[in-house]
């Protein structure tokens, strides 16, 4: 099967062409069954191929052709399996299964439904290629691949401005991110020549610690801008755009996590350079308690979600910062389900509410949609690191990782991240679900969504709550350490004897967190005790700081890109007027000289006869100074 | 004889000048046209005295002036006449007003 | 007998003046329209055909007729055949596009014809020359008839004008150059070329009457080339002039004077060609820049290719100046003889088409829309102004590329980039005619036309002469180089 | 007295003639004085072809330049009448630049003219007449020719410039 | 099959389309059939020349030589390598759709001469890229000129003949000064008798060209090229005859033209000049890098699509001159595919701009919206090509700029670095994101407008014109290898003598 693991992006590609070419006219709303049987197909060919690697294929590379070989440059197009990139599979052709089956309810009465299908396709495609490539310039495909279709999906309702814009700045601030991608893999060349996984590591050694930074901090910008870390992070928000399935799929589960599997990929590289992997832990933790601490206070339900997502993925960046890839790949298999389904459940309620997203207006929904909640409640459970859900083991994991690395201050931000995570959360499915509704028109017209979509919901349910298992126990010698940790780590490093009791108090720390901040929203929402609204007017400053997210959208949005559009537009100025300005007045200048000399025309005979005279005069003289030698000859 | 080729050719020369000064100078084309006959009497003086030189008398001179007065009359017949023709539709010889074309 | 049948070629154009100006009394007014001409053709034809063969191309029959004749004062080679060739080719253009024009403005079509043929006459004479006094002779014999052609429209006070001060001046400069032979005369005690030359290769210029003969020659052989400072009657003799006739005497006299330039200056006073190339290559460089840049802000479009065939006259001096580089300058300055030849006669033929007032040419504005109103004319006069600008694939531009090689070999890096960019000027002005043309629709006061076939026929003729001299122009090259190797082997 | 003073002072009187009548030519305000001493000058100019030993030179030059060439002028100032004006107007208004650039020129040819240091050959014997003639009809044979097509030429183009429409 | 004198006959079937385009120009469907037969036969004759192509070698194929001015040396000489092989059929596949295209109701007024032009062009188009010799190359390179002066001239817009003056005197600025310098080469290739302009003969006489010789020579070359190009700060003639142009018009001058500068540099200046290459060559990167930034920024701010497109070209083309001068097998290999990419996309976008400014007449960006709403197939098409000029991976135009970034890391020979021009030069990259999709989203998407509900989404015609285009922006993204197989040999040979002043080849 590992052979053949090309069928698995191919299947979604023939889906894309067939839902592309025939799709409007023709195939109409088969175009849903269509994608979602072939990412069903490629799920069960995952899930094939998964069992072989589990099964001892550690590492296979299945080369189909040269894609471009100039000098000693050669990149081929040919995919690297292990343990890594076939849990990736798994999540992204599983998680994306689950999701393509919803969207086929929830798009149903959408008019661009056959577009909608084809884009989803070709996303899951280029997402395919992302994980499956064994070198970095094949990666980069699908890494822009899905950037593009990101751009296409956020901005799948294209006669509104806004998703417009926010798909706009979504591939910018990506190409940003790729921008250091570029550069990174251009110098992992020129340090490794080669691109392909495999010789560049069995290299490392050869590269100083200068380049090494380099290719790191690059590949990090690039991880960044995909999965919106500071200061980059911005466009994920507004990625909440596009259609619920969308925010699901690709801003929660798969695309954002892109660059957390990126600097995975290369841990021996970022192991090798030490400082790089510090910037990552720092701008991971960074990111973590900046984007809770805005989920804090947003009532758009898909917006927490989104700021929940920046947040999560500053974990995962957090993890692997501190040396633990492993963690940080757990979480985002864990996050993908559990994060993947607060989405679509939030999608659901959105869609019983009739495109209803402030929460404010929300309320008493548990009745109405029950499926939701319930499912809704195990992912929030999950986000909140409630054991035994999966969010719990994963962020454990991490947690522990960050402390055992001996960075305590990079923990503590993690565990006060965590207290907030809990936090938002609780307030959100409270807000959301629960109290007395408080736009009864809405409640009154509200509704559970259909099985195609709440059959989603629970199977990714059951994913959440279970999945952690998975990680075994102890931990760290368990099943996810003993498949992942192979293809992640690199050879000879040390490795950490940890006390099994230290294990258990750092678990038990990060329960407490969660419980913290679920108790604390409890008592805010519930007992109003402190009431939110006179926390808000006590907070003040922070509030209006918070609830402007830090005013990034402000300064980038306004001051920056107005900024470069005025120096654009100079520059254009200065292309009119004095570049060419500069052009035509060479021909000005002949013509004025026309002018001139034709004013020597007088008409007048003797005057041209005098012009003669003086001509006789100037020759005598040239010829003179000549015979002279005052002129040279 | 005593007088050396060059003091005929510095009479030639300023005969020639005037007669250039003269083009240069007057508004009548007829005028204008006299003093070019002047010019070409200088040259006609300068080629006599050449070709009548001490030691090397050449007749090419002398010849090359024989056919400047053919020149010189064929040059008088056509400028006459087209001075004339001018002044038919324009009764004016002042070059300084024939100037409809400038520029 | 030698000696006669030497200058059949002379001979016949005379006899065919002669032919014409009896016709022009016999023939009726009808028959006389395109009798004469025909007459003119044929007379023309004959000369180039003539049985010592001037033909086409340096058949072993013209070879057989080189040679001194006349006790030395006629001769006739290479650049004596490529010359005569030339001046009947043009007289005949010249004479084909004219008869409608004549007719038009009730100009004396016998004595036009008879005229043209006087000039070409001595034009043909001062290549046969050997000596200073025929070259003189021949030199009037091609000018005054001029003077009479530019104001043969003797109605027209601009025709008037025109001959006015081009006699004025022409008589002036004549003077000029004939006082400088005299002197040139008393320094070598020659008037004879080669005695010229071997006298001057003993003294060089270092005395002042060298320096009076050569400066004067300069200016009166610059006049008649048109070459600034000594250009001023050129514009407006070229515009006010018949338009046929300025066709004619902006090519044909031209022609003539580099001619004369060729053999008076290169031939006989080639030992100083060390002192007199650097200031050719001054004047060459003043020359193009003056025409084009005065050319650029005309409206009127034969008084801009007036000043264009000043900037042309640069462009040649400029492979004079290169005497240096030897054969190669005398094989440009030929071949760009006749490429200018019939491309600058084509353009001013194409004016022939409006139907105007006088002799003055159309303004650009009168031009708009002529694609569409006159088809072939536009395309023929396109085709000769992107010659002129030197665009391939027309002979012009292999006449530039000819010239830039000479100038290049002499040494003169700087006047080859400013021929270059000239030629950018040049295209400026050159190219908006074609704007006007095809580009501008035409206007309701657009003057009418004329359709002659026999214009049409010979500016087609030509057109397609430009066009594939400028694809296959190995023996045109071949022919100008032989022919220069007289002058310079 | 030397037949050489007697050339020198016939020398001195001719130049002075020439220069005389040439300024005459230029800065007289009458037309038909102008010609008159056109032709004196060339009246002199002739007495110094003589003085030159160039005695048929000297005969033509009266032929055709005192004879045709100034009855030509003189018709030609007949022809066209011009009206009285003020002296000044008889010169163009670039005459002083015209003075300002002529002189050093002609200053500077007549001062190089002096650099020719041979004597003149007074007299050839037999005079010059068999030799003119034998150069022009036998050598110049050919431009002779040409000459007389330049003025059968000049003849034609006089006439169709003159001629009046209706002949 | 093979076809002998396939170059030659490619030079000259344009040539026999003229005649019946004559005789039958009265009739304005027969002309076009006449165009299109004659275009489409040409395009077929370039595939075969492809065909008989044999890949892998670096030296001049299916050469042919004939005297043309034996006493100068100069001579009729064509052939093609790898670097020209496949810029013919870009050339004719470009005339062809220009032509197809323009048949289709584009063009409305003297159809005949406007076929005539695009004929004439063809040839001027191929024979720049199959010719050999200095004086042929020459001659080519301005036969472009004239048809492409009377096509912006004619049937421009409004402020045609400003453009077409333009574009005709900045170009006919650089090639004269070049012809100062072909002349001068000429006499620099030997004692009188030998000289040649054979690009053969020249290079292997090219080590006697002094330093001083090769500074000046390579500065003329280079000016025309890099106006033709157009390099900045030669660029300004550039915006104005797109905006002008007719829509085949701008195909043609985007997709064909400035290649030539680019082909020019590679072709003539490097192998010639190989010193003064190295003394020119820190400024023509430095200017490349400029052109990148400065034409991308530039065009974010363009309110005029086709200037938008047409500044954007700028930027690309910069990526040309950086890849050829940074001297190494990936930069120059990626210079060429961008050529061929541009010519492709650009193309590409020049065609959609205009099947959409013959719709609504209008081409302000500000003016226009919502179109994907009428138009679905339009706007794929249009997408497709708007990704491939952002350099999405997958698409062409990745591969190019990828390559010559890659190649501009490796250069050290400039001031500060390839690690400081590389990086900078992939800025243009984000720029290009920026711009093109703004645009994209202003004209494509927004909310439906009623007055263009009536107007028709892509015509057949019109379909078949893209879709080649679309296929080759695919095919050479997806499968770029063949293409690299069949460049790199010359172009590696190109490389070598340009790097090496005393390398000599055996060359034809």
Same mark, same amino acid.
């Given at each position: ?633 | ?103 | ?5 030497? %200058? ?61 004749? +006349? ?66 002779? !021949? ?46 005369? !008393? ?35 610059? +006049? ?61 460089? %003043? ?98 102004? %992107? ?13 530039? +590329? ?25 295209? +400026? ?40 001299? !400028? ?19 | ?52 030993? #160039? ?12 004879? #045709? ?29 015209? #003075? ?12 190089? #003219? ?54 | ?44 004759? $370039? ?138 080469? &000429? ?13 053969? *003969? ?110 954007? $070209?700028? /930027? ?104 400081? &021009? ?15 999709? &703004? ?10 407008? *009623? ?5 028709? *989404? ?33 172009? *590696?040979?190109?490389?070598?003598? /340009? ?10």
């Amino acid at each position: 099967m590992i052979q053949d693991v090309w069928l698995i992006p191919a299947l979604p590609l023939a889906a894309f062409l067939v839902n592309g070419l025939f799709g409007r006219r023709f195939l109409r709303h088969a175009t849903g069954a269509i994608a979602t049987g072939a990412i069903a197909a490629s799920a069960v060919m995952a899930t094939l191929v998964f069992l072989e690697v589990l099964g001892g294929q550690e590492r296979t590379t299945v080369t189909l052709y040269r894609w471009i070989g100039v000098g000693d440059f050669t990149v081929n197009v040919s995919a690297l399996v292990d343990p890594l990139s076939s849990v990736m599979l798994l999540v992204v052709t599983v998680v994306g299964t689950l999701i393509f089956i919803f969207a086929n309810g929830y798009m149903a009465h959408d008019h661009g439904f056959a577009r909608f299908f084809t884009w989803f396709s070709l996303f899951a495609f280029a997402m395919l290629i992302l994980v499956m490539a064994d070198n970095y310039l094949l990666m980069f495909v699908g890494w822009e691949g899905v950037g593009l279709c990101s751009y296409l999906l956020i901005g799948f309702w294209f006669d509104k401005p806004a998703p417009q814009h926010a798909a706009n700045k979504a591939f910018w601030m990506n190409r940003i991110g790729d921008w250091g991608y570029t550069i990174g893999m251009v110098t992992t060349f020129l340090v490794f020549g080669s691109l392909t996984y495999t010789e560049v590591f069995a290299k490392v050694g050869i590269a100083t610690q200068a380049n090494l930074t380099l290719i790191c901090i690059a590949f990090f910008v690039g991880a960044a801008g995909k999965s919106a870390q500071l200061p980059l992070h911005s466009w994920l928000p507004d990625a909440m755009e596009g259609p619920t399935p969308v925010s699901a799929l690709i801003h929660a589960a798969t695309m954002v996590t892109a660059g957390v599997y990126l600097v995975a990929r290369s841990t021996p590289l970022f192991v090798a350079a030490g400082p790089a992997l510090q910037v990552v832990a720092v701008v991971g933790a960074i990111t973590a308690i900046f984007a809770a601490t805005i989920a804090l206070v947003q009532f758009d339900i898909k917006r927490v979600m989104a700021y929940s997502t920046v947040s999560q993925l500053g974990y995962m960046f957090l993890a692997l910062g501190v040396g633990a890839p492993v963690a940080a790949i757990f979480h985002l298999a864990t996050h993908a389900f559990f994060k993947a389904l607060l989405f679509l459940g939030s999608g659901s309620v959105i869609h019983g509410l009739g495109n209803e997203q402030d929460m404010r207006k929300m309320g008493g929904l548990r009745r109405k949609m029950p499926v939701t909640y319930w499912t809704m409640l195990v992912a929030g459970g999950a986000l909140a690191a409630l054991p035994p859900l999966a969010g719990f083991w994963s962020k454990d994991e991490i947690l522990s990782g960050a402390f055992l690395s001996g960075q305590t201050a990079l923990w503590a931000v993690g565990i006060v991240t965590a207290i907030l995570t809990a936090f938002y959360v609780t307030r959100a499915l409270w807000l959301t679900f629960h109290g007395e509704p408080r736009d009864l028109h809405l409640y009154e017209h509200a509704h559970e969504s259909p099985a195609v979509m709440t059959l989603p919901l629970v199977a990714l349910a059951i994913g959440s709550a279970t999945l952690g298992l998975l990680v075994g126990f102890p931990p760290d010698q368990g099943f996810i350490h003993s498949f992942l940790g192979p293809a992640v780590t690199v050879e000879g490093a040390a490795e950490r004897a940890v006390e099994l009791s230290t294990l258990l108090g750092l678990a038990a720390v990060s329960v407490a967190a969660g419980i913290v901040g679920i108790v604390i929203g409890v008592a805010m929402y519930v007992r109003h005790r402190p009431d939110p609204a006179a926390v808000t007017r006590a907070a003040g400053p922070i509030y209006r700081l918070l609830v402007n997210k830090y005013y990034i959208d402000e300064l980038y949005d306004h001051r920056i890109v107005e900024a470069l559009r005025a120096f654009f537009g100079v520059l254009w100025a200065f292309d009119v007027h004095v570049i060419d300005g500069l052009a035509n007045g060479i021909g000005r200048l002949a013509a004025v000289g026309g002018g001139g000399a034709r004013r020597l025309q007088t008409g007048v005979v003797g005057n041209y006869a005098l012009t003669v005279v003086v001509g006789l005069l100037v020759v005598l003289v040239a010829y003179g100074g000549y015979a002279a030698g005052v002129f040279k000859r | 004889m005593n007088i050396p080729v060059g003091a005929f050719i510095a009479v030639s020369s300023i005969l020639f000048f005037i007669g250039v000064a003269g083009v240069l100078m007057r508004r009548n084309a007829v005028v204008i046209l006299m003093c070019v006959e002047l010019m070409l009497n200088a040259a006609n003086l300068a080629l006599v005295a050449f070709s009548r030189r001490a030691g090397s008398p050449d007749e090419r001179g002398s010849v090359f002036v024989v056919f400047i007065f053919v020149i010189a009359a064929a040059e008088v017949a056509v400028g006459l006449a087209i001075v004339l023709s001018s002044y038919r539709n324009r009764p004016t010889v002042d070059v300084d007003e024939v100037q409809a074309m400038k520029g | 007998m030698n000696d006669i049948v030497a %200058i059949t070629p002379e001979i016949v154009v005379l006899l065919t003046a002669g032919a014409v100006i009896v016709a022009d009394v016999t023939l009726s007014r009808a028959a006389a329209r395109l009798g004469l001409p025909l007459i003119v053709a044929v007379g023309l034809l004959a000369a180039l055909y003539a049985p010592n063969g001037v033909a086409l191309y340096p058949s072993q029959a013209a070879l057989r007729s080189t040679g001194v004749f +006349f006790g030395g004062f006629v001769q006739v080679d290479a650049f004596t055949n490529f010359f005569r060739a030339l001046f009947i080719v043009l007289a005949l253009f010249a004479t084909l596009v004219a008869p409608t024009y004549l007719a038009r403005k009730q100009v004396p079509a016998g004595e036009y014809y008879a005229t043209l043929l006087f000039s070409t006459l001595g034009a043909m004479t001062i290549t046969l020359a050997t000596d200073l006094i025929t070259l003189f002779v !021949g030199l009037e014999l091609m000018t005054i008839p001029v003077y009479v052609l530019a104001g043969i429209q003797r109605r027209d006070r601009y025709s008037n004008e025109a001959a006015l001060k081009y006699f004025l001046l022409g008589a002036f400069s004549s003077a000029l150059l004939v006082y400088g032979f005299a002197w040139l005369f !008393g320094v070598t005690g020659s008037t004879r070329y080669s005695d010229i030359a071997n006298a001057l290769r003993t003294t060089g210029l270092a005395n002042g009457p060298t320096i009076v003969a050569l400066s004067l020659i300069t200016v009166g052989l610059g +006049f008649k080339a048109a070459v600034v400072p000594f250009h001023q009657w050129t514009p407006d003799a070229y515009d006010g002039a018949p338009t046929p006739a300025t066709a004619f005497m902006s090519v044909a006299p031209k022609a003539a004077a580099f001619a004369a330039i060729l053999r008076v200056l290169v031939d006989a006073m080639g030992p100083l060609a060390v002192d007199w190339s650097a200031v050719f290559a001054a004047l060459a460089a %003043i020359t193009m820049t003056a025409g084009n840049v005065v050319a650029l802000v005309q409206t009127n479009t034969k008084r801009m290719l007036a000043y264009s065939s000043i900037a042309h006259t640069g462009y040649i001096l400029a492979a004079v100046a290169a005497v240096s580089a030897g054969a190669s300058s005398g094989a440009a300055v030929l071949f760009y003889v006749f490429a200018y030849g019939l491309m600058n006669l084509g353009a001013f033929a194409c004016l022939l088409y409006l139907d105007l007032e006088g002799t003055r040419g159309p303004t650009l504005d009168e031009l708009n829309g002529f694609s569409r109103r006159e088809p072939f004319g536009a395309l023929t006069f396109a085709v000769f102004l %992107i010659s002129l600008t030197g665009i391939p694939p027309t002979v012009g531009f292999v006449a530039k +590329f000819l010239v830039i090689q000479p100038v290049l070999d002499a040494g003169y890096v700087w006047l080859a980039v400013v021929l270059a960019l000239n030629a950018v000027l040049a295209a +400026f002005y050159y190219l908006r005619v074609v704007v006007h043309m095809y580009m501008y629709d035409p206007e309701s006061g657009a003057p009418a036309l004329i359709s002659s076939r026999l214009l049409s026929l010979s500016l087609g003729v030509s057109a397609f002469a430009v066009v594939l001299l !400028g694809i296959v122009p190995n023996s045109l090259y071949q022919w100008a180089l032989g022919a220069a190797a007289p002058i310079l082997p | 007295m030397s037949y050489d003073f007697i050339e020198t002072i016939l020398f001195a009187l001719l130049t002075l003639g020439i220069v005389g009548g040439a300024l005459g030519v230029v800065f007289l305000n009458r037309i038909t004085g102008s010609a008159l001493l056109m032709a004196f000058t060339f009246l002199c100019n002739a007495g110094m072809f003589v003085l030159l030993g #160039a005695e048929t030179i000297a005969a033509f030059q009266v032929l055709i330049y005192v004879g #045709a060439i100034t009855v030509l002028v003189l018709y030609g100032v007949m022809f066209t009448p011009q009206q009285d004006r003020p002296y000044g107007l008889f010169f163009q208004k670039q005459t002083p630049w015209a #003075a300002l650039f002529v002189a050093p020129i002609g200053l500077f040819v007549a001062l190089f #003219a002096f650099s020719f240091r041979d004597g003149s050959h007074a007299s050839a014997k037999g005079g010059d007449l068999v030799p003119l003639a034998t150069s022009v009809f036998r050598d110049y044979a050919f431009p002779f020719e040409v000459a007389s097509v330049l003025l059968l030429a000049a003849m034609i183009g006089a006439i169709v410039l003159v001629k009046r429409d209706d002949e | 099959m093979t076809i002998d004198h396939v170059l030659t006959l490619l030079l000259v079937v344009p040539a026999f389309g003229l005649l019946p385009l004559y005789l039958y120009r009265n009739d304005p469907r027969a002309t076009k059939q006449v165009a299109v037969v004659t275009t489409l036969v040409e395009l077929v004759l $370039s595939l075969v020349m492809l065909a008989q192509f044999k890949v892998g070698e670096a030296d001049f194929q299916l050469v042919e030589k004939a005297e043309w001015l034996p006493s100068l040396g100069i001579r009729y000489f064509v052939g093609v390598d790898g670097v020209s092989v496949l810029l013919v059929p870009m050339t004719t596949l470009l005339t062809f759709i220009s032509v197809l295209y323009s048949s289709g109701g584009a063009i409305k007024e003297r159809i005949g001469s406007f076929m005539a032009a695009f004929l004439l062009l063809e040839i001027g188009m191929v024979g720049v890229f199959v010719s050999l010799d200095l004086f042929l190359f020459y001659v080519m390179f301005e036969l472009m000129l004239v048809p492409m002066y009377l096509i912006i001239g004619i049937w421009g817009g409004t402020r045609r003949i400003y453009a077409t003056l333009k574009f005709v005197i900045f170009t006919l600025a650089g090639s004269l000064v070049m012809l100062v310098a072909i002349v001068a080469v &000429w006499l620099a290739s030997g004692p009188e008798g030998s000289r040649t302009l054979s690009l053969p *003969d020249l290079i292997a006489i090219r080590n006697t060209f002094s330093n001083e010789f090769q500074f000046w020579a390579f500065l003329a070359f280079g000016l025309a090229f890099a106006i033709k190009l157009p390099m900045f700060p030669f660029h300004t003639w550039l915006p104005d005859a797109h905006v002008e142009a007719p829509t085949a018009g701008s195909i043609i001058l985007a997709g064909v033209l400035l290649k030539a500068g680019g082909y020019g540099f590679l072709r003539f200046a490097l192998p010639l000049f190989p010193t003064g290459t190295q003394i020119w060559l820190p400024v023509i990167i430095v200017l490349s890098v400029i052109a990148i930034l400065y034409g991308a920024a530039v065009s974010t701010v363009q309110k005029d699509l086709k200037k938008l497109v047409a500044y954007s $070209s700028v /930027a690309h083309m910069g990526f040309v001159t950086l890849g050829i001068f940074v001297l190494n097998p990936q930069g120059a290999v990626g210079a060429v595919l961008q050529m061929l990419n541009h010519g492709f996309v650009t193309g590409a976008l020049f065609l959609f701009v205009g099947i959409q400014y013959e719709r609504t007449h209008r081409r302000v960006i500000a003016d226009l919206g919502g179109l994907a709403h009428h138009w679905p197939l339009y706007t794929t098409f249009f997408g497709v090509f708007v990704l491939a000029s952002l350099g999405l991976p997958g698409l062409n135009g990745f591969v190019g700029e990828f390559l010559v970034i890659l190649g501009t890391f490796q250069f050290g020979g400039v001031p500060l670095g390839g690690l400081f &021009w590389g990086p900078l030069a992939a800025i243009g990259v984000i720029l290009a994101a920026v711009y093109l999709l &703004w645009m994209f989203g202003r004209v494509m998407y927004g909310p439906a407008r *009623d007055h263009y509900k009536l107007l028709p *989404d892509l015509s057949p015609i019109e379909v078949v014109c893209a879709v080649p285009l679309l296929l080759l922006t695919v095919a050479l993204g997806v499968f770029p290898q063949p293409a690299i197989a069949i460049i790199q040999p010359s172009l *590696d040979r190109i490389l070598h003598l /340009a790097l090496d002043p005393t390398w000599q080849v055996a060359v034809r």
